[in-house]
């Protein structure tokens, strides 16, 4: 099978250095691309040079709602020279009113910011979304959207709210995270998700898998992205498809969205 991952962070300074030998056990396992999330300022040259180094490696740029307060006056700037050397997509940028202590000032100020640099440059926007689910269906109809559209990593919404979502556009990843017995609700919303909007994502170094299905352990619970293969073989065994199917399905969404 040739696997792909929507989402992950594997810059992450969480995995010590050892991105390099990490990207090339995900290879060995079969992926063929994987999407690195940028999160702020400071850590988009380090995924520029891991897509330099590595041509699996599709780098998307965006500043996180976690980060919106740190952001420099000259942020979007920086986004677009950044874009402009390295035209893949916008992200991880988005939401939330899930994370103790964060304010939402200026949250949708700099959301609607990065979904116009996207539409301008018809690029694929990665988009955060946590507690803000109904706000962000208000924003994304009222906005421009990337004629090629867009990714709601690791959908937690609710189920009634897929179909809208995807009439706007919408494509939706599962991570390993929701493979767990409590992300019943989660698990349920997917079964919801249109077969032509469906990715896959390990969201590395967070969300892991279940302890019983991690194929790839790291310490602390670090969760490896080699373990998508653990994830592709979990959504099969979720939505009763058959791995192979499920994967050549993954994969033509996958170059649907991100075009390559």
Not at 73 to 89: N, R, S
Not at 125 to 130: K, R
Request: hydrophobic share 40%; with cysteine; net charge negative.
């Amino acid at each position: 099978m040739r696997l792909f991952d929507a989402h992950n962070h594997v810059q992450d300074a969480r995995f010590c250095g050892q991105q390099d030998e990490l990207i090339n056990d995900c290879v060995a396992v079969g992926l063929s691309r994987m999407v690195v999330n940028g999160t702020c300022e400071s850590d988009w040259p380090a995924v520029a040079g891991l897509a330099k180094r590595h041509g699996c490696v599709l780098p998307s740029f965006g500043l996180h709602p976690w980060f919106v307060h740190e952001r420099s006056p000259e942020w979007l700037a920086k986004l677009g020279q950044q874009l402009d050397e390295c035209p893949a997509a916008v992200g991880e940028f988005g939401l939330d009113r899930w994370k103790p202590g964060l304010s939402y000032e200026g949250q949708e100020e700099v959301f609607t910011a990065q979904l116009c640099l996207a539409a301008e440059r018809d690029l694929p926007a990665s988009i955060h979304c946590l507690k803000t689910w109904g706000r962000l269906h208000e924003l994304l109809r009222d906005s421009s959207l990337p004629k090629r559209n867009f990714l709601l990593h690791s959908y937690g919404g609710p189920a009634e709210m897929v179909k809208p979502l995807a009439n706007l556009g919408a494509y939706f990843s599962f991570p390993g995270a929701f493979a767990h017995e409590r992300k019943n609700r989660q698990r349920d919303a997917f079964r919801q998700v249109p077969t032509d909007r469906l990715l896959i994502e390990t969201d590395a170094p967070d969300q892991a898998l279940p302890d019983n299905q991690v194929t790839h352990p790291l310490v602390q619970k670090v969760n490896h992205p080699a373990n998508i293969i653990a994830v592709y073989e979990a959504t099969a065994e979720l939505l009763g498809q058959a791995p192979d199917d499920l994967a050549k399905r993954v994969e033509e969404n996958f170059v649907r969205l991100f075009g390559c």
